[in-house]
């Protein structure tokens, strides 16, 4: 987001997202393949990372911004021709190939790039470990004795092993940023909405995103200025910086070694001018008046600030219930065969009512409007 004539970057608050979707992890980041799954010698040398290999070829023309990449995608888009796996074998026996292939695919063929196919990702997308009981567990490079992370899992290892230049995958409470961050990569997710996530099966679409993978900074710039178009005419200077401070005080280091080579960095690039403190706890408790029910339920909430205890729960609900609206009829009619942990997280979004939806859906939208009037108080400030 930013305001009109002065961009902003709000940061911690992503930092802090992963954090509450990673706690259930920390004991399993040290292990991988819980299932025990054997790889062949050929799934050794992609690292377990792919579903199929194809290769979609961009048509013939001159030079492109992507001209000479290769990109794989996780087995959540469409591509023509292809049944669209979602992680299970079940779900990929019921499904048809696809007709069309996802608009976020054909972008960035149409701009030069060879995709040579999709990549392995934990079932229905409903999880961040990286697991998948039915097609193995993707080996992590940068540590093969730890967990890749998910759910796009084998797109960023892929990426990793240097398979590929790049790999697409989606993120709805982390499955971009968690595993880029364990298999020592660049990962981005955009805004949400800003990229179409048509032809991409839906988890829950209110956190829905199509994001990337790369290791190189400059390659993931590459795709973004074809997924995410913008005129450089209207490109603006950074007005303004806020760094969310209580959003890292879960770190198990020092806050100091994150911000401060933030903090140096945009002195050095931008000025210290630009960088402001907030505390997003406070402000969103004071902000978002409906959140109050979700911060009553949090009370005992580990030692997490409460407000930031509540939009997680929050946001799980809503999770849930879309997921359920999704896929419901597809559980009961199939009945298909879920790996450990999957299935539980499944049985729990059928098990969801509709009580708190509408609540879930004003906490968003409050939400919203405060980051605005947040950002635009300030962008008002500096203006002055």
């Not at 299935?343 to 939208?365: F, G, K």
Request: include cysteine.
């Amino acid at each position: 987001m930013s305001s009109v004539n002065n961009p902003w970057v709000l940061f911690g608050v992503g930092a802090l997202s992963l954090f509450l979707m990673n706690r259930r992890l920390r004991n399993k980041v040290m292990s991988r393949d819980e299932f025990g799954v054997a790889m062949s010698t050929k799934a050794d040398e992609n690292f377990g990372a792919f579903m199929a290999k194809f290769q979609l070829l961009p048509p013939p023309k001159t030079p492109q911004p992507l001209s000479g990449l290769t990109f794989a995608v996780k087995d959540i888009f469409d591509v023509e021709g292809y049944v669209t796996g979602f992680g299970n074998p079940d779900w990929a026996r019921t499904h048809e190939a696809a007709k069309q292939t996802a608009p976020a695919v054909l972008a960035l063929i149409e701009e030069g790039a060879t995709c040579i196919g999709k990549t392995v990702m934990d079932e229905m997308a409903y999880s961040i470990n990286g697991e998948n009981k039915h097609y193995g567990t993707p080996t992590n490079p940068c540590a093969p004795s730890r967990i890749p992370g998910g759910s796009s899992s084998g797109s960023a290892v892929a990426v990793a092993a240097g398979l590929v230049d790049f790999a697409l995958g989606t993120d709805t409470g982390g499955s971009v940023r968690v595993p880029a961050a364990f298999c020592g990569i660049l990962g981005f997710r955009p805004s949400h909405g800003a990229v179409s996530t048509q032809g991409v099966i839906p988890m829950s679409q209110s956190f829905d995103t199509v994001g990337w993978f790369s290791r190189d900074p400059g390659i993931l710039s590459r795709v973004g200025q074809v997924l995410l178009p913008l005129s450089h005419a209207n490109s603006k200077k950074v007005g303004r910086i806020i760094i969310a401070d209580d959003c890292f005080q879960y770190l198990t280091i020092s806050s100091d070694r994150v911000t401060q080579i933030v903090i140096k960095s945009i002195e050095k690039l931008i000025g210290s001018q630009v960088i402001t403190h907030a505390n997003f706890g406070e402000y969103m408790s004071s902000k978002v008046p409906t959140l109050k029910p979700f911060i009553e339920e949090c009370e005992n909430h580990g030692g997490m600030i409460p407000s930031f205890a509540a939009l997680s729960s929050a946001m799980r609900l809503l999770q849930r219930y879309e997921f359920k609206r999704n896929h419901e009829e597809w559980v009961n009619t199939t009945k298909p065969d879920l790996g450990p942990g999957i299935l539980e997280r499944v049985q729990a979004a059928l098990d969801t009512t509709d009580d708190n939806i509408d609540l879930c859906h004003n906490i968003r939208s409050e939400m919203r409007a405060a980051l605005s009037e947040l950002l635009e108080v300030l962008s008002r400030s500096k203006r002055c």
